[in-house]
């Protein structure tokens, strides 16, 4: 079965204690944790210390989405704070140099924790094919990275495909396969069906009048 992950972009962060008791209560299975610098993406989220302070709040994953630049130098910060995954983006990555991605991605596991890449909409998940192997999550975006409640780019499926049927000819069926951005109740068994197994949603869980049957109709 699929797995949901809230992300708390979407959640009200003068009250955001209550918005992880709520995700957890309404069935949610990660906590997906959206971290921007101003630079890679323009606006500015959160730091290590939001998830360090949620960290006893919950028993769920926290799955930190590294959306910033020179991702090596913040690895630390969110493993001492408790992060169960860290994301980086293959973009952040390559315009450092070919071998940072792969670099950053053992770091990440250095601490005894999962670790992802994440692709753009517009990168083909070929370009990560290399680190799949020290991968246990590959991320597709299905928007552009940066903002909450935006369209589905329908496109995006394809790199979930080929991600999905990489991952088992190398032997890796275990490989999660999550997808960010603009999902919601109307596109997610297309999404499903197309071999993601980690369905990430904000404004869809977030903006929901019954929040565990979102959560339970996007998990299928
Ligand atoms: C976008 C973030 C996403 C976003 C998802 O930059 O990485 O996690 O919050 O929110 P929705 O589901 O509203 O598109
Ligand atoms: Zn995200």
Redesign the pocket.
């Known amino acids: 079965m699929a797995k949901v992950a809230p ?1 708390i ?2 959640a009200d962060f003068s009250v955001m204690g209550e918005a992880i008791k709520k995700i957890e209560q309404a069935g949610a299975d990660l906590v ?1 944790c ?1 971290v ?1 610098d101003g630079s890679f ?1 323009k606006p500015i989220t959160f730091g290590g210390q939001m998830v360090k302070n949620i960290r006893p709040l919950t028993r769920l994953p926290l799955d930190v ?1 590294l ?1 910033v630049e020179h991702p090596k130098t913040q690895i630390k910060f969110f493993a001492d704070a408790g992060a169960d995954i860290i994301t980086v983006h293959y973009e952040a990555c390559a315009s450092i140099s070919p071998t940072y991605l792969k670099e950053t991605l053992s770091m990440i596991k250095s601490y005894g924790i999962k670790c992802g890449a994440v692709v753009n909409p517009d990168t083909d998940v070929e370009k990560i094919f290399d680190v799949f192997d020290i991968c246990d999550f590959v991320m597709i ?10 369209k ?1 780019i329908e496109s995006t499926l394809d790199n979930v495909r080929k991600a999905r049927q990489y991952a088992d000819s190398i032997g890796r069926k275990d490989m999660e396969i999550e997808i ?5 109740t109307a596109n997610a068994e297309r999404v499903r069906n197309s071999g993601a197994s980690v369905l ?8 929901a009048e019954d929040m565990r049957a979102a959560i339970s109709a996007i998990r299928g």
């Open positions: 992300s972009l979407s997906h959206d921007m993406v989405h959306m975006m299905s928007v552009f990275p940066g903002y909450g409640g935006q589905f960010d951005g603009g999902i919601n990430v949603a904000g404004a869809a869980v977030f903006g």
